[in-house]
């Protein structure tokens, strides 16, 4: 599948390393109708609450299928999402399909926590959101819904505010690549040039506009309600090695939801016994001894 695309830009590869256990797929209308390809997670036993996993750009849900199933196993009904345009959600034709990031938010992410909420109708109502899919709670439905948020890696994708060669290599796309690619073919074909998985023109052409400015979508979006609305508690964490969500990115992102109780976790990876973590290893079984990081406290929400 090549290198994958986040919140930020395409790094490494993601893979599904193991088979999920307790996963059914299921098919999760968005709010305006689109049929999402999903998979529900299911305590085999007392279910303690739910959560909705929300994946990062481009990233398709069966790369967290392993911690989904973590989840699941202890006691949290969990849901995973292929947003409008990726992983079973594709189109068949990709000219003329309409997609952008704020539709994954207001249409996709809403649809996924009616739709989860209606199958566990009791327990808290949680969120797991790894790069955009934390960035962008504000323009769900009903954010003040929520009772409580972990993210990993959740930041601007600020090209400037990532480190090293990197940030030179995102600003590339940015300013050319995603804007060249997506006039030519229609969409961006990520995937064609070991990039990941393809994105709709719309969404590629958003993430770019957001990634040249400092506030990233704050221009835009800064004064949706939402973003206020949120007043769970949340659990920022952060991989210390991560090119993407740097402090710089990740402390202005943070600060547009100034009622949600924050707060954050840096994870340096020589101190929990690995050479890396970075922005995607997280969910990686062989980082599995990370996640109680974020299990624990979410059942600790129950």
Do not use: C
Not at 39 to 65: C, D, M, N, Q
Not at 108 to 127: A, K, M, N, T, Y
Not at 129 to 149: F, K, N, T, Y
Not at 176 to 204: C, H, K, N, Q
């Amino acid at each position: 599948m090549g290198n994958i695309a986040m919140s930020g830009v395409p790094a490494v590869t993601p893979t599904k390393d193991v088979a999920p256990q307790l996963g059914v797929d299921v098919q999760v209308p968005a709010l305006d109708g689109v049929r999402l390809a999903g998979t529900f997670f299911e305590p085999k036993g007392r279910i303690r609450g739910s959560v909705l996993l929300l994946s990062g750009t481009g990233i398709p849900r069966h790369f967290y299928a392993s911690f989904a199933d973590h989840l699941a196993s202890r006691g949290l009904a969990t849901l995973t999402l292929d947003y409008r345009g990726i992983g079973e959600s594709r189109p068949k034709r990709w000219r003329g399909f309409e997609a952008t990031k704020q539709d994954w938010a207001r249409k996709d992410f809403s649809g996924g926590f009616e739709w989860l909420e209606q199958r566990v109708p009791h327990g808290p109502r949680l969120v797991f959101g790894h790069s955009v899919g934390g960035q962008l709670l504000g323009l769900m439905d009903r954010p003040e819904a929520i009772d409580g948020v972990v993210t990993f890696g959740t930041s601007f994708g600020y090209w400037r505010q990532m480190d090293g060669p990197y940030g030179w290599f995102v600003g590339g796309l940015w300013y050319v690549g995603i804007p060249l690619l997506t006039r030519l073919f229609g969409y961006m074909p990520a995937s064609t040039f070991g990039l990941g998985e393809d994105l709709p023109a719309g969404v590629a052409q958003e993430w770019a506009r957001w990634g040249r400015r400092a506030d990233y979508f704050t221009t835009e979006l800064g004064d949706s309600p939402g973003f206020s609305s949120l007043r769970a508690p949340w659990l920022a964490l952060y991989a210390t090695d991560d090119a993407i969500a740097t402090p710089a990115n990740a402390q202005p992102m943070l600060a547009l939801y100034p009622n949600a109780s924050t707060r954050v976790e840096n994870l340096e990876p020589a101190e929990h016994g690995h050479r890396s973590i970075g922005h995607l290893s997280f969910f990686s079984r062989k980082k599995s001894d990370l996640w109680p990081l974020a299990s624990d406290w979410l059942v600790a929400r129950t």
